[in-house]
């Protein structure tokens, strides 16, 4: 397979190099195995590496997981804006089916941890069946459990558990982190209210595109 078959201009990308975990978005597809991308950053601070340097990217479309390594080709500047393009070496990999269609939507949702008091009140980027991305400006972890409140309509709340599976780096904001979460002690009740929400909006979203 070849990257513009499993993915689409604007994915959000994780990136993997030695230590350091962040993100960028897909700008370009080029060739059959390259691709372009905004200029990796941590902290602000671009990530320099050599040709021969091999970085893993992952990413989710289409309710799979992909992941593969690039090397770096070139940065260079267009309409004001530093780029990167890489070239994929070796094959790309699926490494996760998701059981749920993934919705990208910006909810309200208030989370705190499940030994704590204190709360946050974020949004969030992504929901699903199975879990949630969000934006916070608090640090989590992986493994950490949260109480979670989902405001999915007007009118209609969702409390759930949930624990933190990864958290990366927000590209555009250096205090944002965005933090993926599983759903967990889940009630029949529960998965049917987001079964729902999500078939309801993935409904809507299809009649927006005829």
Request: charged share 30%; glycine share 4%; net charge positive.
């Amino acid at each position: 397979m070849n990257l513009e078959s499993v993915a689409k201009i604007g994915v959000t990308m994780s990136v993997e190099y030695e230590k350091i975990k962040t993100t960028t978005k897909l700008q370009e597809f080029v060739g059959d195995n390259g691709f372009e991308v905004f200029q990796i950053t941590n902290d602000g601070v671009p990530i320099i590496t050599t040709s021969d340097e091999l970085l893993e990217f992952t990413f989710t479309y289409n309710c799979a997981t992909y992941r593969f390594e690039a090397k770096l080709e070139k940065t260079y500047i267009k309409d004001n804006l530093i780029l990167a393009q890489y070239k994929i070496d070796g094959k790309i990999a699926k490494v996760q089916r998701r059981e749920s269609f993934r919705l990208d939507i910006r909810l309200g949702a208030v989370v705190r941890l499940i030994t704590a008091e204190d709360e946050e009140t974020v949004r969030t980027i992504d929901i699903c069946e199975g879990g949630m991305q969000f934006e916070a400006l608090k640090k989590y972890y992986p493994k950490q459990t949260l109480k979670c409140l989902i405001f999915l309509y007007t009118d209609k709340e969702l409390h759930i558990n949930a624990e933190v599976v990864r958290t990366v780096k927000c590209k555009d904001d250096d205090n944002i982190t965005n933090v993926s979460v599983r759903f967990i002690n889940v009630s029949k009740e529960q998965q049917s209210v987001l079964r729902k929400f999500v078939l309801k909006q993935q409904l809507l979203l299809r009649k927006r595109l005829r």
